[in-house]
Nanobody, 115 residues
Framework: QVQLVESGGGLVQAGGSLRLSCVFS????????MGWYRQAPGNQRELVAT???????NCADSVKGRFTISRDNAKNTVYLQMNNLKPTDTAIYYC?????????WGQGTQVTVSS
């Protein structure tokens, strides 16, 4: 079994910053993809950013230049540094681990950006 524990959400004014963290435990394979997704009220869950075990990054156009994803393989942790936050970034953020076709999800952390 794989467990994901995420933290770092909160309330911030537009233009501010937050850093999300997600710690993985359990059967983590050497080849995998870690990432962040978000879901706003009334909307579908959408991809924010992913990073492969080889360090290849994919980001949504809406966050490019503002958000940075990174990972520490020794600590089994993925991070999301969010700068210049906008009210449209308000959502529940979920971390994700994908390995060999199986997806694992964190419990979600709320990010609220006020104008």
């Amino acid at each position: 079994q794989v467990q994901l524990v995420e933290s770092g959400g909160g309330l911030v004014q537009a233009g501010g910053s937050l850093r999300l963290s997600c710690v993985f435990s359990g059967s983590i394979f050497s080849k995998n993809v870690m990432g962040w997704y978000r879901q706003a009220p009334g909307n579908q869950r959408e991809l924010v950013a992913t990073i492969t075990s080889g360090g290849i990054i994919n980001c949504a156009d809406s966050v490019k230049g503002r958000f940075t994803i990174s990972r520490d393989n020794a600590k089994n942790t993925v991070y999301l540094q969010m700068n210049n936050l906008k009210p449209t970034d308000t959502a529940i953020y979920y971390c994700n681990l994908s390995q060999y076709g199986t997806n694992y999800w964190g419990q979600g952390t709320q990010v609220t950006v006020s104008s």
